[in-house]
């Protein structure tokens, strides 16, 4: 099965800085907070399109189904480092909240990559999902500033009440949900057909 783009294309044309695992000089998060890498082939639906990117929830929680279920393309990593070699694309959307918990996920995340942790996949990215209405807390704001300063590209989705009362649905997504999405059905996500 083809992929459209492959993550060393992608990550050649994402805005922002320029992504290196660095063993050695990165320090690996302890034991605990450490992502599971995925060991068996993933599950892809027969006849849908292959997937693009995956979706990887920094913790239980983060918002990945619910991403995967309103942005077309990514697939779902089952909160485990998927392993390009052994099918799949090769770029991760990291996903987290934007409360504590969320933000110290998301930078352990981002350590064990850092520190070669994982199978060599590429981060195309960071979507924080807010976890309350309002606006962050400066501690929470200020994290969340310095983990932005460590991926290519960071988007936000704000508290939408509706999705407490039913199921994310495309009516109540919220505007951000829908530029998420365009980007990522835009140049350099997707290619020309044929691939």
């Not at 981060?123 to 310095?146: E, T």
């Not at 989705?157 to 530029?179: F, N, Q, Y």
């Amino acid at each position: 099965m083809a992929f459209r783009h492959s993550a060393a294309e992608i990550a050649a044309s994402v805005r922002g800085p320029a992504l290196q695992p660095a063993p050695g000089s990165v320090p690996p998060p302890p034991p605990g907070m450490r992502l599971p890498v995925r060991t068996r082939p993933p599950q892809i639906p027969p006849g849908g399109a292959p997937p693009r990117w995956w979706w990887l929830g920094c913790h239980g929680g983060a918002g990945v189904s619910t991403l995967a279920h309103l942005v077309p393309g990514g697939m779902d990593a089952q909160r485990a480092w998927p392993n390009p070699q052994l099918g799949g694309p090769g770029g991760v959307i990291l996903v987290c909240r934007s409360n504590a918990s969320g933000c110290a996920a998301a930078s352990a995340a981002l350590r064990q990559w850092g520190s070669g942790g994982t199978p060599l996949v590429t981060i195309l990215g960071l979507v924080v999902m807010a976890d309350a209405p309002g606006r962050l807390p400066r501690s929470l704001a200020d994290q969340l500033k310095r983990i932005s300063g460590l991926v290519p590209r960071m988007w936000t989705v704000p508290w939408v009440p509706a999705w407490r009362l039913a199921p994310p649905e495309p009516a109540t997504a919220p505007a951000a949900i829908r530029r998420l999405g365009q980007e990522l059905q835009s140049p350099p996500w997707v290619t020309a057909k044929g691939h």
